[in-house]
């Protein structure tokens, strides 16, 4: 791992005065001489220092007057490219949800002229050193995937917005699909199924308590669901295998909510290896987020949907707003959701087989 270099703590710092907006677009940041002592740094450190604050379009130089924070339209003239950095578990091109939003990312950042450095790397690999040396070059960073776990130990000067995030720990945008929207949909669909119980599937990974925060959208969502739900709601924690056996709670009167999609999938595949059998033949089943409908081999249930690909760019254009205006704060960002009955989902693929 490289050495961290001298002025780090001096850039980090004044990132920060200028992420909160202490330091305000157009103000002169301490003259040279101070920030020597205040950090007991050489002049010619402070220099190098203040030329990455530069480069990242944070201020300007002016020979013999000082360094100032630029304005948003000045860091435009600058003409710098932005470094986002992007954070994300998987790809499998459009075969996961990970897959759409990337190329929604890819989309709007070649529009905008932004420079990509792609890390991929589940969440419970990284180390808070790891990160601070992944952050240093960029000036904002995405999230794609659940990295609740991970966000904490990110540098808190970078703009970072977070997908399939709930949390923000004060400094993260969020982009999610509406978690209300979709307990609302996910009611009136059991509803028109006659149901009356509904056991919810909550992610909850070896069994860890509750509060900490693992998978905590996934909890988010479930907790929206049994707030509006009428019924009765029975909440399970599963441990994200997909080995849970939903026929214990077999009745005419009882469906399945699973949080998460790829819960679902697991689930379904286990049930169908032990039973012989499609878990939605037996049983009233919704997933919320649609991911059953990316991958041809999933098998089709009721879901609520989003727009994965509009998702990425929102995403993008969330992180270069908090980029363009340094102190600007962070967003919860809510995209539009759909259901789509399973009888549609199949109907589509059958059509889909019948033209190849």
């Not at 050495?3 to 301490?30: F, H, W």
């Not at 948003?72 to 994300?88: C, N, Q």
């Not at 878990?279 to 409908?293: F, P, R, W």
């Not at 960002?333 to 789509?340: K, T």
């Amino acid at each position: 791992m490289a050495q961290p270099t001298r002025y780090n703590e001096m850039v980090s710092y004044l990132e920060a005065m200028i992420a909160s907006g202490a330091y305000a677009p157009g103000d002169k940041l301490p003259v040279q001489r101070e920030l020597c002592s205040r950090f007991a740094l050489t002049q010619g450190t402070v220099g190098r220092g203040l030329a990455v604050l530069e480069r990242r379009g944070l201020i300007r130089q002016r020979r013999g007057a000082g360094a100032f924070v630029c304005r948003p339209r000045e860091s435009a003239e600058t003409g710098h490219k932005f470094k986002i950095g992007i954070l994300i578990e998987e790809f499998g091109g459009g075969r996961t949800y990970c897959g759409h939003i990337l190329r929604g990312v890819q989309a709007l950042a070649a529009e905008r002229k932004c420079e990509l450095n792609l890390n991929f790397t589940a969440y419970t690999d990284f180390n808070a050193n790891a990160l601070v040396e992944y952050a240093e070059p960029l000036d904002g960073i995405l999230l794609i995937g659940v990295y609740d776990t991970t966000a904490p130990l990110l540098p808190k000067t970078r703009p970072c917005v977070g997908i399939n995030m709930h949390r923000s720990y004060a400094f993260a945008s969020n982009i999610d699909l509406d978690p209300i929207a979709a307990a609302e949909l996910a009611t009136r669909r059991f509803q028109e199924r006659g149901i009356s119980r509904v056991v919810c599937y909550n992610i909850n990974p070896n069994g860890q308590p509750p509060s900490q925060e693992i998978n905590s959208t996934f909890k988010f969502r479930a907790h929206m669901f049994q707030a509006i739900w009428p019924g009765t709601c029975v909440m399970c924690d599963s441990d994200g295998s997909g080995k849970d056996d939903p026929s214990e709670w077999f009745s005419p009167d009882t469906g399945f909510l699973f949080v998460s999609g790829s819960l679902c999938v697991d689930v379904t595949r286990h049930y169908e290896h032990k039973y012989g059998r499609n878990l939605s033949d037996d049983a009233c089943v919704l997933s919320i987020d649609g991911k059953s409908l990316l991958v041809p081999e999933y098998r089709p249930v009721d879901t609520i949907a989003t727009d994965y690909y509009a998702m990425g760019q929102v995403a993008l254009d969330e992180c270069l707003r908090r980029i363009a205006a340094p102190g600007a704060g962070p967003r919860r960002i809510y995209q539009h959701v759909y259901l789509v009955r399973r009888e549609d989902h199949t109907g589509r693929e059958q059509e889909s087989s019948a033209e190849d």
